[in-house]
């Protein structure tokens, strides 16, 4: 006899649940309907705690199915498909179990999981095409290391088709040394190269040098080029202030000279050796002193393989960055006589120099004429202040008597006479008597 609330009567003694089948053993045989409702309420109490607990085991089984589902999808876009997968089986059966109990709880859990797969996915094939084309040659990258090299903001395509090119190349250089170079501001794609070429020229070029030579500043790439194929360095340079290295022979005649230097790259002495100026100073330093030292211009003319020689011998590439190979004299042109100009312009600066003395003599003389002319002057105001005293000694001899009358007239005959003889001779006029 079935009453409410699930419970129905099994026999005279004892009560058994509809939905569970436990049987429920009231105290006393003869209850009232009261205490079977009651029972009932506590027994469904009972029952929604159980499903309550089945819930939240429920979830649990979600979370660990949505991790499991999660590392399957990684496994399947990285190494193989999903069905291989024993997580992705284990993920797809606990899904199933859970999805069976038909919580809403259970669905929303779901769709966040799948949300969640599908943006993972959706960042994987972001790098799924530089991982499968490193992979195919050979030069495997891992997807963790692509994503780190992504938060570090380096060129991947860069990185992956670099390391391409070392390992068809037959290089040992790993993923970590080319994003550090990277970083670092190296130019990767120009030293990969490099030592590319420089393997195939049997020249020893190691990773260490070849990034030391990049960050110092230098092309190494054109520097591996110059060692495999020789340059030649015009001397003096085309865009120099000056187009021939001239030079003065010891007979004075000038030579205009245009060399070409030969050279190669010593990649051993590129950090810190001289550049292509060093090289073309000393070149013409040694030409100059190689003409300077001739004794005559013409014997220059007739062998010019001397001047090459002579500066081969001095060991112009030591401490540059070059190998010297050879030095060809392109062109010798014979300049002024610089001798004869400079023996002109040395008379020109004697005669100035005389010249100069000469007024000097002149300005000396005509300063001492105006003393004497001076002089001149001070001894004849001292002459009229002489004559001027006559008068008052004759005055003074008239009072005195040493003079007398006649003695004056004698001295005043003798002086017209005197004045008569000089205007006589054109020696002058006579001076007019004072007395």
């Known amino acids: 006899m079935a009453l409410k609330n699930g419970i129905e009567r099994g026999n005279s003694t004892s009560w058994r649940c509809v939905s569970c089948s436990r049987e429920l ?25 159980e499903m309550n607990k089945l819930n939240t085991n429920h979830v649990k089984q979600i979370v660990g199915a949505l991790a499991l589902t999660i590392f399957a ?19 797809q059966s606990t899904l199933a179990q859970a999805a069976a109990g038909g919580s809403p709880i259970i669905w929303i859990v779901l ?35 692509l994503i780190g090299m992504r938060l570090r903001k380096v060129d991947l395509k860069t990185i992956v088709f670099s390391r391409i090119r070392v390992v068809k190349a037959g290089l040992d250089v790993p993923t970590a040394a080319l994003e550090n ?53 015009d001397c003096p340079a085309q865009n120099g202030p000056r187009p021939t290295i001239d030079a003065v022979a010891k007979d004075g005649i000038q030579l205009k000279v245009k060399a070409r230097v030969t050279v190669r790259t010593n990649i051993g002495r590129l950090v810190g050796g001289a550049t ?41 590439d030591a401490g540059t960055a070059f190998e010297i190979l050879s030095i060809d004299i392109a062109d010798v042109d014979v300049g002024d006589n610089i001798g004869a100009k400079l023996q002109a312009d040395q008379a020109n600066a004697d005669k100035q120099r ?26 004849r105001a001292l002459l009229v202040l002489a004559e001027a005293e006559i008068p008052k000694a004759m005055a003074e001899a008239f009072r005195s008597g040493n003079l007398g009358i006649m003695d004056y007239y004698k001295m005043r ?23």
């Open 25 to 49: 053993r009231p105290k006393r045989i003869n209850m009232q309907r009261t205490e079977i409702d009651q029972n009932g309420m506590e027994h469904e109490g009972m029952n929604r705690a």
């Open 276 to 316: 292509e100026e060093t090289i073309i100073a000393r070149v013409g330093q040694g030409i100059v002193s190689t003409i300077g030292s001739a004794q005559d211009h013409k014997k220059v003319l007739e062998n010019p393989d001397d001047i090459s020689r002579k500066v081969m011998e001095s060991g112009l």
């Open 111 to 145: 769709v966040v999981a799948g949300i969640a797969a599908l943006v993972f996915i959706v960042v994987i094939a972001n790098f799924l095409n530089l991982y499968i084309q490193a992979l195919f040659s050979n030069a495997h990258i891992g997807i963790i290391e």
């Open 73 to 91: 999808t990684a496994g399947t876009a990285i190494a193989s498909p999903l069905s291989q997968s024993p997580h992705s089986t284990l993920a």
């Open 413 to 435: 005959n003798l002086q017209a006479d005197t004045s008569m003889r000089t205007a006589i001779s054109g020696e002058g006029s006579a001076r007019p008597d004072r007395t």
């Open 354 to 379: 005389a010249q100069a003395e000469a007024e000097k003599r002149r300005a000396l003389a005509v300063a001492q004429e105006q003393e004497y002319r001076a002089e001149e002057q001070k001894n």
């Open 181 to 233: 170079h990277y970083l670092a501001g190296g130019q990767i794609i120009r030293v990969i190269g490099a030592m590319i070429a420089a393997r195939g020229a049997k020249i020893d070029l190691p990773w260490g040098v070849a990034t030391a030579v990049d960050l110092a500043g230098r092309d190494i790439l054109d520097a591996v080029n110059t060692s495999v194929n020789p340059k030649v360095i």
